[in-house]
């Protein structure tokens, strides 16, 4: 039964060396033969019938061509979460500078009298200074004013809130 299964063996490798239009049968066998005389093959291991067309593993062109890749992928990710990080920090301050400017309209609000013109000062909030301007203007509406609130940091606007008020709190 080894003896058939050897074969199969020789008669697949002489098939393959066939179709890939280099046959070994062309040679003396100089190796260890099975079987007949008539069925007797060359068994080569160190040298197969199709080196070229049987290899395992990658070349450098692969390997580097891979390595491109990848490294484009994670340079995108990398750009993508910088941009997150940015885009956060853009975030707090329009946030934070919306809260400056929510605080100065309730004072506005809530303060007995206003006067018209423009007022500006500087807020801390969150270890931060905010530089506002709250400018009070009249309208077509003798009784009623109009507060527009801008709030800015050493980068630039920040929030901005328009209001109405009345010219005397009721």
Not at 38 to 43: K, M, N, Q, Y
Not at 82 to 88: L, Q
């Amino acid at each position: 039964m080894a003896d058939g299964m050897l074969r199969a063996i020789a008669r697949d490798a002489v098939a393959r060396c066939l179709s890939a239009g280099r046959a070994r049968s062309a040679r003396p066998p100089t190796g260890p033969t099975f079987g007949r005389p008539e069925d007797r093959l060359r068994v080569d291991r160190a040298e197969p019938c199709d080196r070229g067309l049987n290899k395992e593993g990658f070349t450098l062109i692969e390997l580097l061509v891979a390595l491109a890749v990848f490294s484009l992928a994670a340079l995108a990710l990398l750009n993508l979460s910088a941009e997150n990080t940015r885009s956060a920090a853009r975030v707090e301050t329009r946030t934070l500078g919306g809260i400056v400017a929510e605080n100065l309209a309730v004072e506005t609000m809530i303060a007995p009298a206003i006067g018209e013109g423009t007022t500006t000062g500087q807020t801390p909030l969150a270890g931060r200074p905010w530089t506002w301007t709250r400018t009070v203007a009249p309208t077509e509406d003798p009784d009623l004013l109009r507060i527009h609130i801008t709030v800015k940091t050493p980068e630039g606007q920040a929030a901005e809130r328009t209001l109405f008020r009345s010219r005397t709190r009721p």
